[in-house]
C-alpha cells in the first residue's frame, strides 16, 4: 500500500482486511492513512448477514451497491432501499443514511458494496 498525507493510493488487492458480524470489510481510505474524517471500504456480506440498528454520532453513511441486494431499516421501522420503502435494493443503487440517524441494513442473499463514512 502507498499513502501519503495528501493523496493516499491504495491497489485493488490491497487495504487492512476486517471480519465484522460475519463480513468482510476492506479498508481502503481511513484517517490513519491522511484522509481527514474520510473512511472508505468495501463490505462483502454473505446472505443472512447485517447490521443491527445503530447510531453514527459523528459522519454521514453511504453505500454504493456493486452487487447481491441489500435492505437498510431506518429510525424505529424498516425503510427498505430500491423503491425507497419496498423491496431490496439491486445492484447501482446508492443509499444514504444522515447523521444521528438510527440505521441498520440486512443481506438477503449476498451483497458487494462500497460503503462511505
Given amino acids: 500500500m502507498s499513502t501519503d498525507a495528501v493523496h493516499p493510493h491504495i491497489a485493488a488487492d490491497e487495504g487492512e482486511r476486517l471480519s465484522f458480524m460475519g463480513m468482510d470489510l476492506i479498508w481502503k481510505v481511513t484517517p490513519g492513512a491522511g484522509s481527514g474524517s474520510l473512511c ?3 463490505q462483502v456480506a454473505p ?4 447490521v443491527p440498528l445503530h447510531i453514527h454520532h459523528a459522519d454521514d453513511e ?3 451497491l456493486l452487487e447481491g441486494s441489500l435492505s437498510m431499516l431506518s429510525g424505529d421501522e424498516g425503510v427498505q432501499h430500491g423503491r425507497w420503502r419496498h423491496g431490496a435494493a439491486a445492484k447501482g443503487v ?3 443514511v444522515p ?4 440505521a441498520g441494513r440486512a443481506h438477503p442473499d449476498h451483497a458487494l458494496a462500497l460503503c462511505r463514512q
Fill in 94 to 96: 446508492t443509499a444514504c
Fill in 99 to 102: 447523521v444521528q440517524r438510527r
Fill in 62 to 64: 453511504c453505500f454504493y
Fill in 47 to 50: 446472505p443472512g448477514t447485517g
Fill in 40 to 42: 472508505s471500504f468495501i
